[in-house]
């Protein structure tokens, strides 16, 4: 995904990182009987540390939330992909919460249906820095798809398995995106009350 956007000053460690020193890991780790995995969540953890770091701060409007569907109750008939906020908000998966987040610090969201969809997500909206929900696979593949853009990731839980009711941290959502996110821009998140 080639485009010109504004980089922080980790771009140039975490493109050698990713698509350098990854897949000699991952090349390692299949060697070894390591789980590709326990790989993944060790760069994507590394990718983190590196964009935290950096201490850069977006404003809001030139960040994208991005979401994978599985998040949604599997049952659920409210279709959220092509608006988030067609979430009724019964209760049932963690997609509420997510949206009173993106609501309060008044950052773009959206739910995507796989990798694709989240790369097509972020050509679309041509964000400055994008936090992202997802599983290892996914997550790796789209941050090193989106280098030099910072793709922060969060790691969905899985506790039906894969690609079903998956859930999140939303604490920790809520925490990333508030070292994130530029508050002298005329656009402070807003409070629980409004």
């Known amino acids: 995904m080639k485009r010109t956007v504004s980089t922080d000053a980790t771009a140039p460690k975490r493109s050698m990182i990713m698509n350098v020193v990854y897949p000699v890991y991952r090349a390692a780790g299949r060697l070894f009987g390591i789980s ?3 790989i993944d969540d060790f760069f994507i953890e590394k990718n983190n540390r590196l964009i935290l770091q950096s201490r850069k701060k977006y404003p809001p409007q030139k960040m994208l939330l991005l979401f994978p569907h599985c998040l949604q109750d599997w049952e659920c008939p409210h279709r959220i992909n092509a608006d988030i906020h ?4 019964c209760g049932k998966c963690k997609i509420p919460e997510l949206v009173r ?6 950052v773009p969201m959206r739910v995507v249906g796989g990798g694709s ?5 972020i050509i679309d909206t041509r964000p400055d820095f994008v936090l992202a929900v997802a599983c290892e696979r996914d997550m ?3 941050i ?7 793709v922060l990731g969060i790691l969905n839980e899985r506790p039906n398995g894969p690609c079903k009711n998956t859930t999140v941290d939303v604490e920790r959502v809520e925490r990333t995106l508030a070292l994130l ?3 002298n821009s005329g656009l402070s998140p807003t409070s629980e009350e409004d």
Do not use: Q, W
């Not at 987040?101 to 008044?106: E, H, L, N, P, V």
């Open 117 to 121: 969809a989240a790369r097509r997500a």
């Open 144 to 150: 090193r798809d989106s280098l030099p853009l910072p």
């Open 86 to 89: 067609n979430c009724h908000a």
């Open 140 to 142: 790796i593949s789209g």
């Open 181 to 183: 996110v530029e508050t």
């Open 101 to 106: 987040i993106g609501d309060r610090y008044k």
């Open 36 to 38: 590709g995995d326990s």
